[in-house]
C-alpha cells in the first residue's frame, strides 16, 4: 500500500506527510498544490471552484 501525500509546496507540511508515511510503514509519492491562472493572486476563501484552480506537481 502507498500512501500519496498532497499538500501545498512547504517543507513543513511535506516532512510531517513523510514522518506520518514512514511511521506507518507506507512508501509515498508526494504531488505539491500549485493554484493556476489568477487564483495565484487570491485568498483560497475567494477562489470560486477550488479544485478547478489547482494543478498538481509530481514530487518525488
Avoid at 501525500?5 to 514522518?19: C, K, V
Avoid at 487570491?42 to 479544485?51: G, H, I, N, S
Wanted: proline share 7%; no cysteine; glycine share 8%.
Amino acid at each position: 500500500m502507498d500512501a500519496l501525500i498532497l499538500s501545498e509546496n512547504l517543507a513543513g507540511l511535506r516532512a510531517q506527510a513523510w514522518g506520518l508515511a514512514e511511521l506507518a510503514g507506507l512508501a509515498h509519492r508526494t504531488v505539491d498544490v500549485v493554484p493556476s491562472g489568477l487564483m495565484r493572486h487570491l485568498p483560497a476563501r475567494f477562489w470560486p471552484a477550488p479544485l478547478a484552480a489547482v494543478s498538481g506537481q509530481d514530487v518525488d
